[in-house]
């Protein structure tokens, strides 16, 4: 029985209170879509309005062949595929249906095939703030294109779907519950394949891996910053992860190697510090302008009055913004906050 958008998302709705851990959360989005717009496959991934870069911070993926999601997104970011974040940012409706026309690359369409694919439905997860994120589905080969009412019905979750997202890295205790692991180096060649990495950096891979919701996809982040760095789609900004999803707020990035003339590229993976990681956080936590600069105080040390001097306010209005801050996140005071965005 085919249930209308309004019981769909009703449903959706009800999955932060429903017990679900994140590796169950694709398979469960997905089955109360299913009876709205059939799908074989689906990919939810989540990134904070702050960050500039094209890569998802993280991911839910259920009936996606792991070979294709990786190779999909390989596409992407060298600019095979037809329409790429910047290509849906520029629609009225950020919404596509890939390999159903024949717009687009040979090379995309020959993927598709390859994998038993017929087509696949993407929307980016926007709001006034910016984009949160994307969803994808998936058809076989042989099944009907998604049609343009499917996609207008997809796009219409998204006020609920960024929600799910938003639960996904808010309801996890902010406090790393990964122990500590130094940086860790991956050495990615022009072909995009893993050369060598240090010891540390297989820790980090193993644990990202473990902790993630898809852990697979984990495996391929290093190509995938290697493939920005090149200026096939080039980025600034680095990785970053939220500690939902890996333990502990995650950043990597990449530099070539000096004077190596075959192009080899250094991924470097650590923990991120309050730098990197307050501009996702504030927004993840809807944590307001104000509040963010009182953080930003809290994170250097000052104490309450002195934070109201700089800021012009009361020591009152200061510990009223703390308060705020501790609620929003779940922690018990200003040592914990300060411990949890330090890295």
Known sequence: MIRSLTAVIRQLSTIPDSGAGPGDLGQLVSAVIAPLVPHEGIQLFGS??????RMASFGFIHGYERDFARALGTAILSGVDPYPREVLESLPVPAAVVG??????KEIRRLLAGHGVG?????LLRDNRGVWGAISLLRGQGSRAFEPGEVGLVAGLTPVLIDILRWHVTAAPLAATAPPVPAGVVIVGPDHQVRSMTPQARQWLDRMSEHAPDGDWCAGLPALI???????????APFVGPAASFGRWTA???QFLDGDEDGQVAVIIESAGSGLVLPSFCQWYDITARERLVLQRTLDGSPTKLIARHLGLSAYTVSEHLQSLYRKTGVSGRGELISALAG
Do not use: F, M, N, W
């Open 119 to 123: 087509c696949e439905l993407r929307v």
């Open 48 to 53: 904070s309005p702050a960050l500039t870069t």
């Open 100 to 105: 159903a026309d024949a717009k687009g690359d």
């Open 226 to 236: 290697s493939l920005q760095l090149r200026g096939i789609r080039p980025q600034t």
């Open 252 to 254: 990597a990035h990449g």
